[in-house]
């Protein structure tokens, strides 16, 4: 199958309805702007830096309705777009952009001393400077970029759903990172499968605060929302006022969040200040949503619909939906439109309603593998089936739960610990405000587990009350047999607590 264009036949169809907001700085842009400034971008990067079909294009930037223009120009040239975590350490981002190898870098002014020194490191050949101010020697401003550019654009290349839009880099909890090649298809089956899930259509109206580095950030909701002709508001990083702002002034009807926002928006004095009446879909994922918290938000009159996804499906594999979204709490639901999963032992027997194995996918949405990694894609790609590294189960009525991920597991006298099981019996707890739980090493039961806890601010809590807090709620073997308190959790850009860093300095 052929990719097709959907900003250009909005562009056609409905041209002057609002297709991009940048909430930082006011920019309105109906679908006709947008596709024109898609455009000429296109057209500068094919007639002045002479990119071609498959030429890698990176960009480090935060957030900005700029992020969604150059995503769209790449497609019109069939450039592979390369989104590097603006949140990485110089040497990290030299090892991704040393391995797709790009032409150009799109950066934000505030990092133009990291993007100069990708340019020397790598010999890129052009840089693009966005934002207003005077850029680094060398970099050509973005929007003189695009006054360059022509308004009708280049003749786009022929492309199919299997061609790379865009490598993501996963979040390299264990060593290197690896690019996920996320394709045309991908993007177009996960707009087919959440649009449908969510009922999205051309009046919603999306509010994105995910990074758009990330595949939370380009591509939920950000691709079904301009799949179905909505609108998008992009906030360019997160705080609970701004955020709970702009739901209220621009009568967002859908968003996505990580269970971290969550807690944050939880623990905001003013939450209840906001009229948030507008908003019919509360969608959550990246990392397991405490049950705990779901409830805490029903009984506010919210209903968080937890899914689940990967940067390798596109991202979106399952979300649950609002009907039994508290019934359920903790259940990611059930798979999306065009997404096939199975349930596997360790000898890759499928198994059956209640048994814990690793979480198989199959489906349009699904990666073709990772960028010059063709044993890590060997390995996670198996007769048609992406085997995802999470542990999961689902019950008689069909929904899934994801347990943990098969690395976090540890073993204590012979039995499974998942420690999420655990931490959602801690999130409890009215003194907790985060928890991560980790096994270490024991000379009786081999590992037993730890909790890492964060507490409320002004509550209290001792280790003893938290363990014996336990005590009735989970088996002897899974209550956590000693309990650290920090002042916060390390996590990825994607909100995902960053288990072995803890290990490292806890363990």
Known sequence: MFHHDWIQRHAERTPDRLALVDAATGRRFTYAQFNERANRLASYFVERLHLRPGDRVSILAQ??????????????????????????????????????????????????????????????EATLALGDGDPAEGAVP???????????????????????????????????????????????????????????????????????????????????????????????????????????????????????????????????????????????????????????????????????GMTETGPTVFI???????????????????????????????????EVGELLIRGGNVTTGYWNRPEATAEALRDGWLHSGDAATYDEE??????????????????????AEVENVLYRHPAVAEVAVIGVPDPRWQEVGRAVVVLKAGRRATAEELIDFCQGKLARYKIPKSVVFVEGLPRTAAGKVLKRELRELIG
């Open 398 to 419: 069909g929904f899934y739960t994801v347990v943990d991920r098969w690395k976090d597991m540890f073993i204590s006298g012979g039995e499974n610990v998942y420690p």
């Open 320 to 354: 649950i939906d609002r009907e039994n979204a508290v019934r359920k709490a903790g259940s990611v639901g059930k798979p999306v439109l065009h997404t096939d999963v199975r349930i596997v032992d360790r000898e890759g027997r499928t198994l059956g309603p209640g």
């Open 63 to 124: 957030n900005s309705s700029d992020y969604y223009e150059v995503l769209w120009a790449c497609a019109r040239v069939g450039a592979i777009l390369n989104t590097l975590n603006w949140r990485l350490a110089e040497p990290e981002l030299d090892y991704i952009v040393g391995d797709c190898a790009p032409r150009v870098l799109v950066h934000d002014l505030e990092f133009a001393p990291a993007a100069a020194a990708l340019r020397a490191a790598h010999g890129l």
């Open 142 to 308: 973005y929007e003189a970029a695009l006054a360059a550019g022509r308004p009708e654009g280049v003749p786009a290349p022929r492309l199919r759903y299997d061609d790379t839009w865009a490598i993501l880099y996963t979040s390299g909890t264990t060593g290197r990172p690896k690019g996920a090649q996320v394709t045309y298809g991908n993007f177009f089956y996960n707009a087919v499968g959440m649009g449908a899930a969510i009922e999205l259509t051309a009046r919603d109206v999306n509010l994105n605060v995910l990074p758009a580095f990330h595949a939370g950030g380009l591509g939920l909701y950000a691709g079904p929302t301009h799949h179905a002709g909505g609108a998008l508001i992009v906030q360019r990083a997160f705080d609970p006022a701004t955020l709970l702002g702009l739901i209220e002034a621009h009568r967002v009807s859908v968003i996505l969040l990580v269970p971290a926002i969550y807690l944050a928006l939880a623990r905001f004095p003013d939450f209840d200040r906001y009229d948030l009446s507008s908003v019919r879909h509360w969608g959550s994922g990246g990392s397991s949503l405490p049950p705990s918290l779901v409830h805490d938000f029903a009984a506010r009159g919210l209903i968080i619909q937890q899914g689940f």
